[in-house]
């Protein structure tokens, strides 16, 4: 199952909409999707460098703790299309082939010495970075290292070299690791930390293993964010039974391959389509023909219409909601013990999947922004103000776009404060009371369990 929260942010991360409107469009038609376009920004193509605002605050400001959430790189497809030859990608890392990175050679050597990791039950029998000659399904291709060591990068040029948020001697207490058991999110969270913390002594690194993809750790018994999930799943499954355009090319391709349409669909092709389309090679061909490029348009058109209604519908906001409390508590609690004064935990990151992130993104209100591309990164920072040092202040970054105030506990402040971030007790606020207003209740337990109306 595909599931989304979207409408734009533009590349530079600029919100789209502008703030001096003088005549409204009226009944303006939205504007038309470009499949093509979307596709190649969740591709996430390692080019020019990034413009970020990971970092910015005013002088007097101290950046006191930062918590990431990342998406696993570019992989390798989880499904095949039927009957069709594999996309031939070579899942071994070469520093001399493009994508690469000036980190990547030591970034192989590094990894080969990391038996001292504290490697957290079945995350020890993984490979710490990709290694096979034909990709295997699902496994991190060189894109996807390369993505997260320029993400790691980054985050340091700000963080470490700028903010001096972790000292030279930094200690194993100071890190808060966890991933998914998938070595594509093991491998991808190595790789950010690699150019994070470049020749870490393996000793301080403690990998927890997470093995919900909602990071819901011991409060997953949640019956009603299931029956949102279930109500949700049935809207996506209406809406593709009315499209008569997508019907009409699962048809063609299926005879292509040689199968039913039924088996063709349950293959999900446009998981594997994209790699075909990320890694610019051929879409597959049969004596009967080819898969083109107008089979990808109108299988990905509806994926991004399918995002659209979603927003509309409410039902994903409703799963997202109870699915994302558990982590967004875990996040906040951490935030309030630092505000304290407490020194551990101050570099947080969780590597997990496109259904991790898709749901917090939904969760906080940020309902512009697309759909998880390959190594998105969630970046929660706080910040302490200097002239009054009890008062702390959080910024939220999507891809290196300031979205703090497109959440719904920090719309309004943004109208009535002169300071660019978010005071924490609103934070607080949204995840220990106004998450479960919309249930009718004052509890995560009470909103889990409580029949929906």
């Given amino acids: 199952v595909h599931l989304i929260p979207v409408n734009p942010v533009r590349e530079d991360g600029l919100n789209p909409k502008s703030r001096k409107r003088i005549m409204p469009d009226l009944l303006t038609e939205p504007p038309a999707i470009d499949p093509v376009y979307e596709a190649r920004v969740y591709c996430n193509i ?66 080969s010495k990391g038996s001292a990791a504290q490697m957290e039950g079945s995350l020890s029998s993984l490979p710490h970075f990709p290694s096979h000659s034909l990709c295997e399904m699902g496994e991190l291709t060189q894109t996807g290292v390369v993505q997260h060591l320029r993400n790691g990068q980054l985050l340091r040029e700000i963080y470490i070299s700028k903010h001096k948020l972790l000292p030279g001697d930094w200690t194993a207490q100071q890190l808060y690791l966890e991933t998914t058991g998938k070595s594509r999110t093991l491998q991808s969270a190595l790789a950010l930390l690699y150019t994070f913390l470049p020749d870490f002594d393996w000793k301080k690194i403690n990998m927890r293993h997470q093995w919900s993809t909602i990071f819901c750790s011991g409060s997953c018994d949640c019956p009603m ?141 940020i309902t512009e922004a697309r759909f998880p591309r390959f190594a998105a990164r969630l970046v929660f920072e706080l910040w302490q103000d200097g002239k009054r040092p009890k008062e702390h202040f959080i910024r939220i970054l999507y891809n290196g776009a300031d979205v703090t105030f497109q959440t719904s506990f920090c719309k309004d402040h943004y109208k009535r404060s002169s300071k660019p971030m978010c005071p924490l007790e609103k934070f607080v606020n949204f995840v220990k009371r106004d998450m479960f207003l919309i249930f009718n209740s004052t509890s995560y337990y009470d909103a889990c369990h409580r029949r929906a109306l």
């Fill in 225 to 365: 964010r299931n029956h949102y999930l279930e109500e949700e799943q049935r809207r996506q499954y209406s809406l593709r039974v009315k499209n008569n355009d997508l019907e009409k090319i699962y048809v063609d391709m299926a005879k292509i391959v040689g199968i039913p349409t039924r088996q063709l669909r349950a293959s999900n092709p446009i998981d594997s389509l994209l790699c075909y389309f990320c890694h610019n090679v051929s879409f597959p061909c049969t004596k009967a023909g080819c898969i083109g490029m107008e089979h990808f348009k109108v299988i990905k058109r509806h994926q991004l219409e399918d995002e659209r209604e979603r927003q509309e519908k409410k039902l994903y906001f409703l799963y997202a909601l109870l699915a994302t409390h558990p982590l967004l508590n875990q996040t906040v609690n951490r935030l309030q013990r630092i505000a304290e004064g407490k020194k551990e935990e101050v570099f947080v990151l969780y590597s997990a999947h496109d259904v991790t992130l898709s749901p917090v993104l939904s969760a906080l209100g």
């Fill in 46 to 111: 390692p080019t020019i460098a990034e413009r970020s605002m990971e970092g910015h605050a005013p002088h007097y400001f101290k950046l006191v703790s930062v918590q990431v959430l990342i998406r696993h790189g570019d992989r390798y497809p989880l499904y095949a299309i039927p009957k069709t030859k594999r996309p031939d990608i070579d899942c071994m890392l070469v520093p001399s082939r493009k994508p690469s990175h000036p980190q990547l050679e030591a970034f192989i050597k590094h990894m």
